[in-house]
C-alpha cells in the first residue's frame, strides 16, 4: 500500500501540472469532463513515475505558457483530453 505523504505529494504534483497546464481538476469534474475516480486513478499514475523529481523541477521553473505536461508524464494523455474539453 502507498504511503499517505506520497499519495499527497504525487497529488500535489497532478494539481500543480494541471493548473500550469490552465485547468482545474475540480472545475473539470463539475463540468463533466472528469469523473472523481479518474483523479484517483491520475494520482495513482503519478506514483507509479520514475521522474518525479523532474516533474517538480519542471513545475518549479517560471514558466506560465506551458502547453503540454512533459512528454514522460504518465497523465500527459488526460491533461490533453481536458485541454480539448475545454476549447
Known amino acids: 500500500m502507498t504511503k499517505p505523504d506520497v499519495l499527497k505529494r504525487h497529488a500535489s504534483l497532478l494539481d500543480r501540472t494541471a493548473a500550469r497546464l ?11 469532463h472528469l469523473e472523481f475516480d479518474e483523479i484517483a ?15 517538480a523541477h519542471w513545475l518549479d521553473r517560471d514558466v506560465s505558457t506551458e502547453k503540454a505536461s512533459p512528454v514522460y508524464c504518465r497523465n500527459r494523455e488526460l491533461l490533453q483530453r481536458l485541454q480539448e474539453a475545454e476549447k
Do not use: H, I, K
Open 41 to 55: 486513478d491520475a494520482v495513482l499514475r503519478c506514483v507509479s513515475c520514475a521522474n518525479p523529481e523532474d516533474c
Open 22 to 32: 490552465g485547468l482545474d481538476l475540480e472545475e473539470e469534474v463539475l463540468a463533466g
